[in-house]
């Protein structure tokens, strides 16, 4: 059976088999596909001749007498089923022929008005039903089998005055099939012809349709800071994906349409066209269908249908052909008319696009794949250690990343930690302005005249206003000693403990800054302007001397700051001087808890244990 070749159009949308009167268009699927409705039939059939049988051994009249593929015979008796060659051989699975009158939407079940298999001898479909595996047919009825090919006969004559029949091959599947399940073959038995005959019409429809995903990426963690003295912080992170219904598009029906003429000459003046149920007009022969001249044999047409949406309910596809009144050399008188077949409930294959993604992270590496159908968000958790850094705070970022599986399209969602150790100011303790070096500095000071410049800063702060204001930096000197050598918080008070802490803490302030005393501590910056979180200092343990540590654990003390969850050290030390007396003899309302609190902050900072507030 002879066929032209076909457009450009049907190769570009799928693999395209052709063989007899039957266009088989099957798409391609995988992980990003779905299948079409599993009754459909793949690939081809073909009518063919079967030479070497015991019985109905006719040639083909069109072509070689062994012709695989035959649209012309003899008698009926010559007209076989051919497994066909393996590439182009139907699927494997089970299926039952039927012949049948050409003509409008045919109906392949037992009882159907066209169906010409089932009246001989009560012929009916189980005994037409055969199986293929690798284009290997397996057939017990009582039919002819040879050659890897079925006979056909018996059937009853045709009605059609060309002598057509029609072949239809269906998959054995839920009872009635529906024609669409179906894979039609015209062909014509000359002995049955009595004049030139009409036009013969048989077609196939797949729709398709994309549907694309929408992904969002999401990123939390359980906390984002961490203070503390060394060791190491353990991050525990939650990585969310989601995607959205989707999105249908490039909603099609596409196939091709036999006009197949069984006459021996051509018939000239000839319409096709194609239109689904609900109105859409489909485009047929790139546009060009109209005048046509149809050869003898089989005549591929291809066709496509855009729509807008993807149909809601039940969907069919009509072709039509239609002809004027005309003489056929060497047939006869043909009689103006047309020919149509419905190819009715279309099934739409979906395409799936970005339907799964690959979650990555910069830190934890590959966390997995999501797909549409999976839980709706999906959750990936991890954890990270990372070591407290000695000194000041460091920030790591974690950059989670999705990337889709069809077009490769991102998106990334973040979370940063900062890991902090203690702020690294440079700070110098209560026991070093006590000792010789820190003394050097205070009795080597800047002063204007005699007076130290020094002791005329520290008398801006109520506490330390009990040094002379003319006091020189020898003076300054022994006031600084005399103040820490008191240092005692076991009575009723703390105010002999906070007041030195405090003093250690402005002399830090005032000779790490250039503007002030100069930079005589060597601080990395000037300590007054750094930043305190007053929400998390260390409990401080006061040794031998005036000595202290940090005892690992820590206190709000915002409390001792107006409730200020971070000041500057140099408003620490104007809050704190703004709640005692002259000489610091009466404190806090005299309420050693508020006192103590204080202290351990002033403590905290001459140690370096206090963190740098956020």
């Not at 076989?80 to 494997?92: K, M, R, V």
């Amino acid at each position: 059976m002879s066929h032209p070749v076909l457009p450009a159009f049907l190769r570009a949308i799928g693999r395209v088999t052709v063989i007899g009167a039957l266009v088989a268009v099957p798409f391609l699927v995988g992980a990003n596909a779905s299948t079409a409705a599993p009754a459909a039939v793949t690939h081809a059939i073909s009518s063919t001749t079967n030479v070497t049988a015991p019985s109905g051994n006719g040639g083909c009249l069109n072509g070689p007498p062994d012709a695989v593929n035959c649209n012309l015979y003899s008698s009926k008796e010559d007209v076989w089923l051919s497994g066909l060659p393996n590439a182009a051989a139907l699927g494997d699975g089970t299926y039952f022929f039927a012949v049948l009158v050409p003509g409008g939407q045919l109906d392949p079940n037992d009882g159907g008005t066209a169906n010409l298999s089932d009246e001989p001898g009560g012929d009916a479909a189980t005994n037409r039903t055969f199986s293929i595996t690798n284009g290997t047919i397996a057939y017990a009825g009582s039919h002819g089998f040879s050659g890897n090919e079925v006979q056909l006969f018996p059937y009853d004559d045709t009605t059609n005055p060309g002598g057509v029949y029609i072949l239809a091959v269906c998959k054995v599947s839920a009872s009635p099939v529906l024609p669409s399940d179906c894979k039609y073959d015209a062909f014509k038995v000359q002995a049955g012809a009595t004049s030139a005959g009409d036009l013969i019409v048989t077609k196939d429809a797949a729709g398709s349709y994309d549907t694309t995903y929408g992904w969002t990426i999401g990123k939390s963690v359980d906390k984002t800071r961490v203070e503390q003295i060394g060791g190491s912080a353990t991050f525990n992170y939650t990585v969310t994906v989601g995607h959205d219904a989707g999105v249908n598009s490039n909603v099609h029906v596409t196939g091709a349409i036999d006009v197949f003429n069984p006459n021996a000459g051509s018939v000239s003046g000839v319409g096709v066209t194609d239109v689904l149920s609900d109105g859409t007009v489909c485009t047929v022969n790139a546009g060009s269908a109209t005048n046509l001249t149809v050869a003898s044999g089989d005549n591929f047409y291809a066709y496509s249908c855009d729509l807008s949406a993807t149909p809601q309910g039940r969907l069919d596809n009509t072709a039509t052909a239609t002809w004027p009144e005309q003489a056929v050399d060497p047939d006869g008188a043909l009689a103006a008319g047309n020919a149509d077949f419905v190819f009715s409930d279309i099934a739409f294959a979906q395409t799936l696009i970005d339907n799964c993604v690959n979650v990555t992270d910069t830190y934890a590496g590959a966390l997995g794949a999501v797909c549409a159908g999976d839980a709706n968000p999906t959750s990936f958790n991890y954890s990270r250690v990372i070591a407290v850094p000695a000194y000041d705070c460091v920030a790591y970022d974690n950059t989670a990343t999705f990337t889709t599986n069809t077009t490769g399209t991102t998106g990334s969602a973040s979370a940063r930690v900062t890991v902090c150790g203690p702020a690294k100011t440079g700070a110098l303790t209560i026991g070093f302005w006590q000792n010789k070096n820190g003394q050097g500095i205070i009795t080597g000071g800047a002063k204007t005249g005699t007076v130290c410049n020094s002791g005329t800063w520290l008398r801006q702060y109520a506490p330390f206003q009990d040094l002379s204001s003319t006091a020189t930096c020898a003076a300054v000197g022994t006031y600084v000693t005399n103040v820490i050598k008191a240092a005692n918080c076991s009575g009723s008070t703390c105010n002999a403990m906070l007041k030195p802490q405090m003093l250690a803490t402005a002399l830090d302030v005032y000779f790490s800054n250039p503007a002030l005393g100069g930079n005589q501590i060597k601080a990395p910056a000037p300590i007054g302007a750094v930043k305190i979180d007053l929400t998390k200092i260390c409990k401080m343990i006061d040794g031998s001397g005036g000595a202290a540590s940090c005892a690992g654990s820590y206190e709000n003390t915002s409390a001792a700051f107006g409730g200020s969850a971070a000041l500057t050290v140099q408003q620490m030390l104007t809050f704190a001087a703004s709640q005692s007396n002259v000489g610091g003899t009466v404190w806090y309302g005299q309420v050693k808890a508020t006192q103590v609190v204080a202290k351990d902050a002033f403590d905290a900072v001459n140690n370096q244990v206090a963190f740098r507030a956020p």
